[in-house]
Nanobody, 113 residues
Framework: VQLQASGGGLVQAGGSLRVSCAVS???????MGWYRQAPGKQRELVAA???????NYADSVKGRFTASRDNAKNTMYLQMNSLRPEDTAVYYC?????????WGQGTLVTVSS
């Protein structure tokens, strides 16, 4: 099983970006999510999404970020709007399945002020 995150880049504050997480070797897992780790900080959960489409967001991104999943494409997305410099981080996708965790390699999002 592999999770491949992509779509990161440099964007100005107030801009938008969509990162993707393609899953290979398995269909999308019931419990999936996006984490991020900023320089010098601990990794934090940004958004979680279930196979039924239920979502949960960190307070800092509520109303700005939207997690979604496309089962046909075996891909999970994170649409990020109204980006702020403090959103700068490496974004990781992850999945949990019967106690096993799977992690993507991360994609860097840099928001300039």
């Amino acid at each position: 099983v592999q999770l491949q995150a992509s779509g990161g880049g440099l964007v100005q504050a107030g801009g938008s970006l969509r990162v993707s997480c393609a899953v290979s070797g398995s269909s999308l897992f019931n419990a999936m999510g996006w984490y991020r780790q900023a320089p010098g900080k601990q990794r934090e959960l940004v958004a979680a999404i279930t196979s039924g489409g239920m979502t949960n967001y960190a307070d800092s991104v509520k109303g700005r970020f939207t997690a979604s999943r496309d089962n046909a494409k075996n891909t999970m997305y994170l649409q990020m709007n109204s980006l702020r410099p403090e959103d700068t981080a490496v974004y990781y996708c992850a999945a949990e399945d019967y106690g096993l965790e799977y992690w993507g390699q991360g994609t860097l999002v840099t928001v300039s002020s």
